[in-house]
C-alpha cells in the first residue's frame, strides 16, 4: 500500500521470495534429521525459490535485477568504509554490500540445498539424486553431510550479519528497511 512520499523499490515477487526463504530455511534448519520430511520438503522449496530469483534477477524489475545491486567487490569494500566513517551514500534498492549478501546467501543456500539431495542420495537412497549413489555409497553421504552441515550453519552467519546490516542501515538513513521488505515502498528523498 502506497504512502505519500514513497517510492516502489520492492515487487511481489521479490517479496514474496524473500518471506518464503525466511520461512523455509527456518524450517529447514530446526526440523534437521528429526523431522526429515518436513527438511527435505523445505529443503526443496528453498532451491525452488532460489531457481525462480536467478530467472527474476535477469528479467524482473529494476531493482530485482543483478544488474542493479551486483557490485565488484572494491566497491563493496568502499561501501563498508564509507558506511564505518559514518558518510556511505543511500540506495533506493541494495547497497553494494546488500548486493553482496543477497549473492552470498543464494549460494550459500544452493550449495546447502545440493549438498542435501547428495546426503538424502548417499545414505538414504532417496531423492533426485539417489541414482547416483546406488552403487557407490561408502564415506561420500559422511562427506556430503559435513559440507551440508557447515553451509547450512555459514547459512545462520551470513542470516545474523544480514540482520545486523538492515538495523544498521536502517538506523544511519533513518528508514525501517523491514516494514519496506513487506510494503515494497521506501521513503522518496529524491525531492529533499
Do not use: C
Not at 559435513?146 to 555459514?154: G, K, T
Not at 551470513?158 to 545486523?164: A, D, G, M, N
Amino acid at each position: 500500500m502506497k504512502q505519500a512520499n514513497s517510492v516502489k523499490v520492492w515487487d511481489p515477487l521479490v517479496r514474496i521470495f524473500h518471506w518464503s526463504l525466511v520461512t523455509a530455511f527456518l524450517f529447514a534448519y530446526g526440523s534437521g534429521e528429526d523431522f526429515l520430511a518436513l527438511h527435505t520438503w523445505a529443503g526443496y522449496l528453498i532451491l525452488g525459490l532460489l531457481s525462480v530469483r536467478t530467472i527474476w534477477g535477469f528479467i524482473g524489475t529494476r531493482h530485482a535485477r543483478f544488474t542493479d545491486f551486483v557490485r565488484r567487490p572494491a566497491m563493496v569494500r568502499q561501501f563498508l568504509t564509507d558506511t564505518l566513517q559514518f558518510k556511505a551514500r543511500r540506495y533506493v534498492g541494495h547497497n553494494p554490500a546488500g548486493g553482496a549478501m543477497v549473492v552470498a546467501l543464494m549460494l550459500s543456500l544452493l550449495v546447502t540445498g545440493f549438498t542435501g539431495m547428495l546426503v538424502l542420495g548417499a545414505e538414504d537412497q532417496a531423492g533426485p539424486l539417489a541414482t547416483w549413489f546406488s552403487s557407490y555409497r561408502d564415506g561420500w553421504g559422511e562427506l556430503m553431510e559435513e559440507v551440508h552441515e557447515f553451509f547450512a550453519n555459514f547459512t545462520v552467519l551470513l542470516v545474523l550479519l544480514h540482520i545486523v546490516g538492515v538495523i544498521a542501515e536502517s538506523l544511519i538513513n533513518k528508514e525501517n528497511l523491514v516494514s519496506a521488505m513487506i510494503t515494497g515502498y521506501k521513503p522518496d528523498r529524491s525531492r529533499h
